[in-house]
């Protein structure tokens, strides 16, 4: 998928979700993939890259929802092979696991395609003329991207980026994407409505979620 970044999208990020439910999320999708590692781990060699991949489903599936209940984001819960799925502002917000940075054929999720159709009220934002931009945005999805090496000999137990990914609506590209790390910096120059979030909630999840891990 191409990536088209837009200070437009950005802000419109800033101003629906809480830096706390960011950090909060970055730590619980770190903490999911060391938990998977350490459990596949122990198989054969012929069926670790598969485990690996199943459970990094599930651990990250489990910490992502603890992260997103406790940012009173809405979590689905936590069902096998479902998504889980949280509300921030106007946005919807999901998850999903990459191999260096190629999509891997997310498309196939009838549910994720059902959730970016509401972007389509964003396209305008990051490609004026193309579409009617008169319509204001009052919905949209947002996935968490975590971008693993794809290779058991690199980093296997961490994703090497995770970012924070609007597609659009018919998910064949990015209307914007940045590494958190960076895109969390916006938070400093962007004016935003104070949430009254509690200032040392992303520390108890850390030392919630790695209590977990060490178990």
Not at 15 to 36: F, K, W, Y
Not at 52 to 63: A, K, P, V, W
Not at 81 to 102: A, D, P, T, W
Not at 104 to 110: G, I, Q
């Amino acid at each position: 998928m191409s990536i088209l970044s837009n200070t437009a999208v950005g802000n419109l990020l800033v101003s629906n979700i809480p830096r706390d439910l960011i950090m909060g999320v970055e730590d619980a999708l770190q903490v999911g993939a060391l938990r998977a590692y350490q459990s596949a781990s122990v198989m054969n060699k012929g069926h670790l890259p598969h485990a690996l991949g199943q459970m990094r489903h599930f651990n990250m599936n489990e910490t992502f929802h603890d992260a997103l209940a406790a940012a009173d984001a809405n979590p689905t819960p936590v069902r096998g092979n479902s998504l889980i799925v949280g509300q921030s502002g106007i946005f919807v917000l999901s998850r999903l696991n990459v191999s260096s940075k190629i999509w891997n054929n997310a498309k196939r999720s009838k549910t994720r395609r059902k959730l970016c159709h509401a972007n389509f009220k964003i396209e305008p934002l990051v490609q004026p003329g193309f579409f009617d931009d008169s319509r204001p945005v009052v919905e949209g999805a947002v996935f968490f991207v975590a971008s693993f090496s794809g290779s058991m000999r690199i980093s296997p137990e961490s994703p090497q980026s995770i970012d924070i990914a609007v597609p659009n609506a018919e998910m064949t590209s990015w209307l914007f994407r940045e590494p958190l790390s960076q895109y969390v910096l916006r938070y400093e120059s962007t004016p935003v409505q104070d949430d009254q979030a509690n200032p040392i909630l992303k520390t108890i999840i850390h030392k919630k979620l790695l209590n977990g891990a060490e178990e």
